[in-house]
């Protein structure tokens, strides 16, 4: 009779084993696909994040634009200048530094207004919702 619960107390044993070792590889995939699901949301975010870093620095560039260019009665300066010309140069799109140097290189009145509604419309069309 003792050899029977030794082989019932072994089997009980090889039975438990075998019911970690199922419990531990469904926490296994388990946790495997919430850390595919947080490496995805992670990509979602970065992208949001780069949206908005890329939305603030068009703005700040209209804002200094609307602020030195279109608000301004006299002649820009030269400090001025090169603050536009850093901020449009930090937008890193060869799209509206070429509008930016077609605005720059316009010598006559109508040839300014229709460069500068170009550019405006151009950074309007750039921002990201």
Do not use: P
Not at 36 to 52: A, D, L, P, R, V
Not at 58 to 82: C, G, M, P, T, Y
Not at 118 to 127: E, S
């Amino acid at each position: 009779m003792a050899f029977n619960l030794r082989e019932l107390f072994f089997r009980h044993k090889q039975l438990f084993s075998y019911l970690v070792i199922i419990f531990l590889l469904f926490g296994i995939i388990f946790l495997g696909i919430q850390s595919y699901f947080f490496k995805s949301q992670e990509k979602i975010c970065e992208q949001g994040i780069q949206t908005q870093n890329g939305n603030a620095k068009i703005a700040s560039f209209l804002n200094l634009f609307i602020e030195k260019v279109l608000q301004s009665s006299a002649d820009i300066s030269f400090e001025d200048r090169l603050k536009l010309e850093n901020a449009v140069r930090d937008l890193n799109d060869s799209e509206i530094l070429s509008l930016w140097e077609t605005f720059t290189q316009a010598t006559t009145a109508d040839e300014v207004q229709a460069d500068c509604k170009n550019l405006l419309q151009a950074l309007a069309k750039k921002l990201k919702y």
